[in-house]
């Protein structure tokens, strides 16, 4: 199956070109589109941009369809092979063996590789749709640490201008240097972001087959994510009725298996010792198939359940970032009024951006997940 992956909690998709926090200092926003580096080389990146350009970058769906046409041509040369050796020639399990297993086994390599085809497409598409995410978290990290570092940068112009005045009685000196430390901090961290967003960016460029410094901006709004997956538990379940290509190599491998008892049981018989590694390799061959089968049906249990808990603490990871904050302009004002320290200010700064950094990772994580459904 990150950032804003399906992330109702994502808010609205941050915009390279008007990215702003429903609860960030006014500011913000103004500033973000004045930094941002738009070129001709820029272009808004969706998901189904990704899709298209991981389709026609990535070479996974060109070797798939030589390897089903190469097994579809081995299967005729093997079919004409075989053509000579009639059934009423064969009077050797060997024989028999040569003849009819090759042959299942060409038939069966020759399915598996046209359902894999026919499984490349979706595999690219949640490749694309990955690496939109990654993009879209590591655009995320930078705009939050640049916002956190500018809401400090402002704490130290008001601790600054309240150690000047005479009137100010709880700033001194060393309390603004205590501030532009914190803030010294918040700039190294959205320094590593921004480094890691240029990291990131190059990387998953590669993956999109486009020029190594490609430069994107976001949608400025999100389709929401629902409490719900947008596809039921009941149709998810159903859609395991449809072979994918593991269960039907699991299926084609029951079928060789049973081939061979089969043609020992015929030619010799199954109380030899072949005739009993047949057997075996038979029920070994369902009991795969079997386990195969409960690992699919477990694995959708698990990514709705997973989708359920990381909606519910991305909701509340950005519940709590508002009241944090809230509770952060309101302190501002008590220091102003004198009625607090710059120290309590810090701390409930500090509390913020801790908060703010499990809503990162509560959206991405979540949007890891939401590509499943996507």
């Known amino acids: 199956m990150t950032f804003r992956v399906k992330c109702s909690l994502i808010v609205s998709f941050i915009s390279l070109v008007s990215f702003s926090f ?17 070129t001709e080389n820029t272009e808004i990146l969706t998901i189904e941009k990704a899709i298209k350009l991981v389709k026609a970058a990535d070479t996974e769906m060109a070797k798939a369809h030589i390897d089903a046409e190469n097994d579809n041509l081995n299967l005729r040369i093997v079919k004409m092979q075989l053509r000579g050796i009639r059934a ?40 694309a749709i990955l690496s939109y995410y990654d993009l879209l978290n590591a655009h995320y990290e930078q705009e939050w640490k640049r916002h956190r570092y500018q809401r400090v940068d402002e704490l130290v112009q008001i601790a600054n201008g ?4 005479s009137k100010c009685v709880n700033a001194n000196k060393e309390d603004v240097r205590q ?7 918040a700039k190294v961290e959205w320094f590593v972001a921004q480094s890691k967003w240029e990291e990131t960016r190059i990387q998953q460029n590669e993956i999109l087959g486009v020029d190594a410094q490609k430069e994107w901006l976001f949608p400025t709004e999100d389709e929401e994510a629902t409490e719900d997956p947008p596809i039921t538990f009941e149709d998810a379940i159903a859609s395991l009725k449809t072979d994918s290509y593991v269960v039907a190599q699991k299926k084609g491998d029951i079928q060789i298996a049973q081939l061979r008892v ?20 038979l029920e070994k061959a369902k009991i795969e198939l079997e386990k195969s089968k409960k690992a699919d049906v477990y694995a959708v ?3 709705y359940q997973k989708y359920r808990d990381g909606y519910k603490v991305m909701q509340t990871c950005k519940h709590a970032v508002k009241l ?8 501002i004002s008590q220091f102003k009024q004198g009625t607090i320290s710059i120290f309590e200010v810090l701390q409930l700064e500090q509390e913020l951006a801790n908060m703010e950094n499990h809503y990162l990772a509560a959206k991405n994580d979540f949007n890891h997940i939401r590509a499943n459904f996507q």
């Open 162 to 165: 309240c150690a000047k005045s």
């Open 179 to 185: 501030v532009e430390s914190t803030a010294a901090i």
């Open 262 to 281: 089969d043609l020992i049981n015929k030619y010799s018989a199954l109380s030899t010792i072949y005739g009993k590694i047949a057997t075996n390799n």
């Open 301 to 303: 249990y698990t990514m």
């Open 88 to 127: 009423d020639s064969i009077d050797s399990l060997e024989l028999a063996q040569y003849k009819y297993i090759t042959e299942a086994q060409s038939e069966m390599n020759a399915r598996i590789s046209n359902l894999y085809k026919e499984s490349v497409e979706g595999i690219l598409r949640g490749k």
């Open 22 to 38: 429903s609860w960030a200092l006014p500011s913000i926003a103004a500033e973000t589109t004045q930094q941002l580096k738009i």
């Open 324 to 331: 944090a904050n809230d509770n952060y302009n309101k302190r």
